[in-house]
């Protein structure tokens, strides 16, 4: 199994910064795709962002392109969220979380996922 665990998030003004981080252990972190979703309340669990195992490749949402950058450092276990120009919509509880292969979008793709962490953005 893989335990993940968000951090960094916070309560901040629209237009501002912040970088969530999520500490992996367990199984190698190296072999797993990760990705990010976020859920805002009364909706579903929306796609975020994805970083390939191996080559690192990289996909995002349209509503963050530009704005989100998604890394990981397979020495740490930790992937991250830089999340800039942060706008009132993106407030949500994000999640990390861990797949086989090539996952994308789709929530079913992803094995393991982390409890969590709360972003707010003000305007």
């Known amino acids: 199994q893989v335990q993940l665990a968000e951090s960094g998030g916070g309560l901040v003004q629209a237009g501002g910064s912040l970088t969530l981080s999520c500490a992996a252990s367990g199984r190698t972190f190296i072999n797993y795709s990760m990705g990010w979703f976020r859920q805002a309340p009364g909706k579903g669990r929306e796609f975020v962002a994805r970083?390939?195992?191996?080559?690192?490749?990289?996909h995002y949402a349209d509503s963050v392109k530009g704005r989100f950058t998604i890394s990981r450092d397979n020495a740490k276990n930790t992937l991250y969220l830089q999340m800039n120009s942060l706008e009132p919509e993106d407030t949500a509880v994000y999640y990390c979380?861990?797949?086989?292969?090539?996952?994308?979008?789709?929530?079913?793709?992803?094995?393991?996922w982390g409890q969590g962490i709360q972003v707010t953005v003000s305007s």
């Open positions: 970083i390939s195992w191996g080559l690192g490749l990289t």
């Open positions: 979380a861990a797949g086989l292969g090539y996952p994308m979008a789709d929530v079913s793709e992803y094995v393991y």
